[in-house]
Every structure is written in C-alpha cells, then in structure tokens.
C-alpha cells in the first residue's frame, strides 16, 4: 500500500500530466495565448494608469508648494537693519502649527534661517554650494519621521545683492494613501476584467470550436458504422473540411472494394489450377509429388487465410452485437465438438456489453479462440468479457478466454501469433487460427495478446471495440 505522500506525488503527477494534454489541445492552446495576451494587455494598462494618477497628485502638489513660493517672494523685504522678513503673514495657518505637515524656510549662506513656526526645533538642510535658480523639486526626510516633497528655489531680491534659498514642503503621507488607494480600486477592477474577460474566451473558445468537435463525433459515428458520410449544417470555414473528408470516405471504399474484389478474383483464379494440381499429385505416389502436394496445401491455406482477411470489414456494426448472445451459441457448439472430454465452457460476460463490428468478424475471432482452447482444455474453459475505462477515441471491452490445459512456455508465445505455427503436430488445425484473429483485431483497431492463465494452462486477452 502506498504511503500519503506516494499518494500525493502519483495526484500531482497526474495533474501534471491532464495539464500538459490539455495545453496541447487547440482549445488549450487558444485559451492560454489569449488569457496571456490579455492579461499581459491588463497588467501594462494598470501600470500605465497608476503611473499616470501617481503623476497627476505630484504635479498638483507641486503646483501648489511653487504658488506658495512665489506668495512668499511676493511678501519678502529685507529690513533697514538688512534682515529679510514678511511684511504680511501667511494666511496658511498650517505653516503655524508644530508638525502640521506644512513647512516653509528661508537660507542663507552663513546665516541662520528663516523658517515656519511649524518646523518647531527642526531645519531643512539645503546644499547651498549648489545654485538652482530654476524651480526644483526633491523629496527629503522631515520632522516627525516625515517624508516631504519639496520644492525650492534660489532667489535674489532687489533689495540686496544676496542669494536666498527659499523651500516650501509638504509631507507625502496624504498622497502616497491616496496613491494606494487608487492602485487597490485599479487593481480590484483590473482583478474583475480579468475575470470577466475569462469567462468570455472561455465561452468565446468553446462556442468557436464546438463545430470542430460535431465534426469528431461526426467522424466516431462514421467510423464505428453508425453514419457513411459526414453529415450536417458546417459553419463557411469547415464546409470545404466535411466535403473532401466525405470525398476521401467514398475514396476509400471504392479502393477497399476494388481490393476485395481483385483479391476474390486472384483467389478464386488460383483455386481452379490449385486443385488440378492437387489432384494429379495425389495421384502419384512419387516422393517428389508428395513434396509438392505439401506445397500446394499450402499455398490453398495462405488463399483462404488472404480471403477472409480481405473480408474482414473492420468498421462497426451499427447498434452493435450482442457479446453474450453471439458468445453461449459459439460455447455451445464448441462443447458439442468436445462431447468426447465432457468439455465445460464458462461465461462471465455483462448481459449489456455490445461489439462495435460485424458478426462474421465477431464469429471468426470468438470461435477461433474458442476452439483452440477447448482444442487444448482438460475439460473447462473460462469466457470473460468486461468493459474497458473509457478510452478519448473509442469505447473498448476486454475478451479474455482461458482453458486448463497444459499451457505454452512464455518464450513461445508470440510465435503462436505467426501465420501456419503450430506448437504440436497431433492436434488438428493449420495454424492460422491465431495469425487471423490478430490480423482481425488490429483492424478494428484493439489488440491481441497471450498470458498465463489463471487455470494453469493459457489464456488469450483481446481488446476489441465495444459500444
């Protein structure tokens, strides 16, 4: 039993594994280079919105700390005694309280300053070694642990050949909230037109490409014999689709029926010589013409064996055949073939379980199987039949037969698959009966394979289409 997290890993790895097929679906593919098209169109536009809102509040702030500048230029005079001052006050009452959040200072070189009432104890630091007589805006460290944004200016009065540096500042808390508060509304709305946007490639993929998808089912139906050709109402992009898939359907019969038919013909041609052959060297008693009638028979064994597989259809049966119905008639008979050994054939097959092809096909591969084993059986044979988990092409079901006898050795299993090989000579049969019903099961798109047997001798495990 495995541990929780051999659990978990086996979990993850199989998610892993449905995203990577879904990725590689067209509607995965649309579905992500669309979601990133647009969610990389989003992610630039609320960059380029928050930059431009972040832009705007600085540029408001900035008008206002340069109009407050130039009041106070407006109102500065240097006195007698050639001190500068205000000969108004400012009508800001903010510039007046300790810490308000609204600060104004006036330098001098080597002199002390002239500031607000609301700096208290604290002094701006400009560097006054550098001029600047054009408005200039920096953001510096203030009072309290604040952040201000100011903006200063060198000026020279008229009164006096001497430079001031005047600065006003305003603290940033106000506007980095107001900042932030609009990137959350931003992002909230960019959240929910993602979101929204989404949901309509989603439906927008599913809508687009659900024509695609009729086509396949189209196309199941066609293969599995329910349909001959692809019918319906297709959108202008997939008419031009349908009509050369139905052109190669017709195609393709008329070549599979032109083979059968020249197959049959050669056949047939060959059986007339093959049996004058036959019946002139079963005349002569020579050894050379033993070795020929051993050749002639078989060349007659490989032109059935091409026959029936020339008439082998591969495709499916319409509402399908009943398995359980179609395997007790071929049970019965082999047990009447076997009265001899009291021969007993189970079935453990689901009443509802179908096969998705033709009934002569069915009868070859089933009775051959069948056959062989009750051929080599002590005296019982197992039939089972369940259906497979659901396969994205096709349904399919598992035919498993089993005898008790004496079994193969796993190196010679495979070789029973090749056409005329038979194992032990004293038991009747060409040694086609296997190599036809691969050749069968294949064309039907399933498999064949050969296993030990739960009874002791072998057992031949099928995989054929179901409905």
Avoid: C
Avoid at 21 to 27: G, I, N
Avoid at 292 to 297: E, F, T
Avoid at 315 to 338: D, H, M
């Amino acid at each position: 039993m495995k541990g929780p997290d051999a659990a978990r890993e086996d979990a993850k790895q199989a998610s892993q594994g449905r995203l990577r097929h879904f990725l590689r679906t067209l509607t995965g593919r649309l579905l992500l280079s669309a979601l990133l098209w647009s969610g990389a169109a989003l992610v630039i536009g609320g960059m380029l919105l928050s930059y431009a809102f972040r832009s705007y509040v600085l540029s408001d702030v900035d008008e206002k700390l340069e109009l407050q500048i130039d009041t106070m230029v407006g109102i500065s005079e240097i006195s007698p005694e050639g001190v500068l001052r205000f000969n108004q006050p400012l009508l800001d009452q903010r510039f007046a309280a300790p810490y308000s959040g609204w600060y104004w200072q006036i330098s001098e070189q080597d002199e002390p300053p002239f500031r607000s009432r609301s700096l208290w104890d604290y002094e701006l630091k400009p560097d006054l070694t550098v001029r600047t007589f054009s408005l200039r805006h920096a953001e510096v460290e203030g009072p309290d642990g604040q952040t201000l944004r100011v903006a200063e200016r060198d000026i020279i009065l008229p009164e006096a050949d001497r430079i001031f540096r005047y600065q006003v500042a305003t603290d940033t808390a106000e506007v980095r909230e107001a900042i932030q508060r609009f990137n959350w509304l931003l992002l909230s709305a960019l959240g929910l037109i993602m979101l929204t946007v989404s949901l309509a490639l989603v439906l927008q993929v599913a809508y687009g490409l659900r024509p695609l998808r009729n086509l396949r089912r189209k196309l199941v139906d066609v293969r599995g014999g329910k349909a001959s050709r692809i019918e319906g109402d297709w959108p202008e992009d997939l008419k031009p689709l349908a009509q050369e898939i139905n052109a190669l359907i017709d195609q393709n019969e008329k070549l599979v029926s032109r083979a059968r038919t020249h197959v049959g013909n050669l056949a047939h041609a060959l059986k007339t010589p093959l049996s004058v052959i036959k019946n002139e060297v079963d005349e002569d008693p020579a050894d050379k013409a033993k070795a020929i009638a051993v050749q002639v028979r078989s060349i007659g064994e490989h032109i059935d064996h091409h026959l029936k597989r020339a008439r082998i259809a591969g495709g499916g049966s319409g509402q399908g055949l009943p398995v359980k119905e179609r395997t007790e008639k071929i049970a019965r008979a082999i047990e009447r073939l076997n009265q001899g050994k009291s021969l007993k054939v189970d079935l453990d097959i689901d009443p509802g379980l179908k096969f998705d092809g033709e009934k002569e096909d069915f009868d070859e591969v089933v009775g051959n199987i069948v056959d062989n084993a009750g051929k080599w059986a002590t005296g019982r044979v197992s039939v089972t039949a369940k259906m497979l988990p659901a396969d994205h092409r096709r349904p399919y079901m598992q035919f498993r037969v089993e005898d008790d006898g004496p079994g193969v050795d796993e190196a010679e299993m495979d070789a029973l698959f090749e056409r005329g090989q038979r194992l032990d000579e004293h038991v009747p049969g060409t040694g086609l009966g296997l190599a036809i019903v691969r050749d069968i099961v294949e064309l039907y798109g399933g498999s064949a394979s050969l296993e030990r047997a739960t009874l002791g001798g072998l057992a031949v495990v099928l995989k054929l289409p179901a409905k």
